[in-house]
T-cell receptor, first 112, second 115 residues
Framework: SQKIEQNSEALNIQEGKTATLTCNYT??????LQWYRQDPGRGPVFLLL?????KEKRKERLKVTFDTTLKQSLFHITASQPADSATYLC???????????FGTGTRLTIIP | ETGVTQTPRHLVMGMTNKKSLKCEQH?????MYWYKQSAKKPLELMFV???????ENNSVPSRFSPECPNSSHLFLHLHTLQPEDSALYLC??????????????FGPGTRLTVT
């Protein structure tokens, strides 16, 4: 069966360190993979999209990698700040399916 | 703000009531989506409209009825709901349908409680 798993339900990181979140998938052949941020009581906000032929994508303090051999994406936040505390969701689509499927998310807390 | 608004933000309804959720996007997008988000579960896609045509109904019970009168507006009509339908209902839009090739812009959601 198809699965999208995000490493842990919750992750605590010291301020200033790099936070690394993992998204593993099974029985998908995604053309793209997306990462979103969701704050409590609000809708997800798009952060980054990476294509299956791209190894890495960066945006300010954010970096995403995509390894189709390992079937894994890593999401990094460098120089983390308490304001980065939120739930982070990965989402992907099978080739030709045209439906975006989300993982359960990782709740990240940056400790001052 | 993301350019996607949802009303009401909170709704409490009995199992015999009929109510509607409204979504409006001001981004000029052609695709709109309804998602359900329950605690400890991933977002579940319910319906997709692309250029006002429904292109996806993800096995949603008929007590949920979507309506898309134009590319900017999306409704979710609710009737005879069950307590397990209590959740956060999120509307989203994207430039057009096509799954993950386009980012989606989400509204703030409607927190629905069925009593």
């Amino acid at each position: 069966s198809q699965k999208i798993e995000q490493n842990s339900e919750a992750l605590n990181i010291q301020e200033g360190k790099t936070a690394t979140l993992t998204c593993n998938y099974t029985n998908y052949s995604p053309a793209y993979l997306q990462w979103y941020r969701q704050d409590p009581g609000r809708g997800p906000v798009f952060l980054l999209l990476i294509r299956e032929n791209e190894k890495e994508k960066r945006k300010e303090r954010l970096k995403v990698t995509f390894d189709t051999t390992l079937k894994q994406s890593l999401f990094h936040i460098t120089a983390s700040q308490p304001a980065d505390s939120a739930t982070y969701l990965c989402a992907l689509e099978n080739f030709g399916n045209e439906k975006l499927t989300f993982g359960t998310g990782t709740r990240l807390t940056i400790i001052p | 703000e993301t350019g996607v608004t949802q009303t009401p933000r909170h709704l409490v309804m009995g199992m015999t009531n009929k109510k509607s959720l409204k979504c409006e996007q001001h981004l000029g997008h052609n695709a709109m989506y309804w998602y359900k988000q329950s605690a400890k579960k991933p977002l579940e896609l319910m319906f997709v409209y692309n250029f006002k045509e429904q292109t996806e109904n993800n096995s949603v019970p008929s007590r949920f009825s979507p309506e898309c009168p134009n590319s900017s507006h999306l409704f979710l009509h609710l009737h005879t709901l069950q307590p397990e339908d209590s959740a956060l209902y999120l509307c989203a839009s994207s430039p057009q349908g096509g799954g993950s090739s386009y980012e989606q812009y989400f509204g703030p959601g409607t927190r629905l409680t069925v009593t």
